[in-house]
């Protein structure tokens, strides 16, 4: 059984949006077709509190970009993005949202955040995903979305880690790109612990 995982493609990680993803539209109409090809389908949603300690405007003289400690572990700070139930944390309204049978939100603890889909950074705490994917009887993951160098990036390793045979779109995804090679980086990283490879024509 098959499931596609749609990463966090909300109106902030958008151009125009808070923490833009450059060309992030441009996987949109990918993923609708995507969602008609593989008919089991779960979203993910970053779901931040306005005080969560991501944001750099939480902490003194800190700027998006720059490293702190947040509660033991290494925390790159962003702009204030994806807070809970603004405009800029809702699933883009061209995605396909009636084929997503359940939305897991992440990111809501403001003391530790979340990239991957399935676990909060410091893997402490699930968000059910892999419980819920386990009952439905699903052994292969695919995964598209945003961003490949940060949230498609931890969803895809926690994937593997759940040993579940997995994939990722590389035409359903970009990068943020922070510096200019993160994107090749991030998927030689996960060639490397697991991660398949591939292009949606290819399914
Ligand atoms: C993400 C940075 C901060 C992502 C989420 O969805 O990749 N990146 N929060
Ligand atoms: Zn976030």
Same mark, same amino acid.
């Given at each position: 059984?098959?499931?596609?995982?749609?990463? =966090?493609?909300?109106?902030?990680?958008?151009?125009?949006?808070?923490?833009?993803?450059?060309?992030?539209?441009?996987?949109?109409?990918?993923? &609708?077709?995507?969602?008609?090809?593989?008919?089991?389908?779960?979203?993910?949603?970053?779901?931040?509190?306005?005080?969560?300690?991501?944001?750099?405007? &939480?902490?003194?003289?800190?700027?998006?970009?720059?490293?702190?400690?947040?509660?033991?572990?290494?925390?790159?700070?962003?702009?204030?993005?994806?807070?809970q139930n603004t405009h800029g944390a809702e699933l883009e309204?061209?995605?396909?949202?009636? *084929?997503? *049978?359940?939305?897991?939100?992440?990111?809501? %603890?403001?003391?530790? =955040?979340?990239?991957?889909?399935?676990?909060?950074?410091?893997?402490?705490?699930? @968000?059910?995903?892999?419980?819920?994917?386990?009952?439905?009887?699903?052994?292969?993951?695919?995964?598209?979305?945003? #961003?490949? =160098?940060?949230?498609?990036?931890?969803? #895809?390793?926690?994937?593997?880690?759940? &040993?579940?045979? @997995?994939?990722?779109?590389? =035409?359903? @995804?970009?990068?943020?790109?922070?510096?200019? %090679?993160?994107?090749?980086?991030?998927?030689?990283?996960?060639?490397?612990?697991?991660?398949?490879?591939?292009?949606?024509?290819?399914?």
């Amino acid at each position: 059984m098959k499931v596609l995982i749609v990463v =966090d493609v909300q109106y902030d990680f958008l151009p125009g949006g808070a923490l833009a993803v450059p060309e992030g539209d441009a996987i949109i109409p990918v993923v &609708n077709e995507l969602m008609e090809k593989i008919d089991f389908v779960v979203a993910t949603q970053d779901w931040h509190p306005l005080d969560h300690g991501s944001f750099a405007d &939480n902490h003194v003289d800190k700027r998006p970009g720059d490293v702190v400690d947040l509660n033991g572990l290494k925390q790159v700070l962003w702009p204030v993005h994806c807070v809970q139930n603004t405009h800029g944390a809702e699933l883009e309204n061209r995605l396909d949202s009636q *084929r997503i *049978r359940k939305i897991f939100t992440k990111g809501t %603890d403001p003391g530790i =955040d979340s990239y991957s889909g399935f676990y909060d950074n410091g893997h402490r705490k699930s @968000t059910g995903l892999a419980e819920y994917l386990k009952e439905h009887g699903v052994d292969e993951v695919y995964v598209a979305g945003l #961003a490949a =160098d940060y949230c498609v990036k931890f969803t #895809a390793l926690d994937a593997v880690k759940e &040993n579940f045979k @997995t994939w990722l779109f590389v =035409d359903a @995804t970009r990068a943020v790109n922070l510096k200019a %090679d993160d994107f090749d980086k991030a998927i030689r990283e996960m060639q490397e612990k697991g991660v398949r490879m591939l292009k949606s024509a290819d399914i």
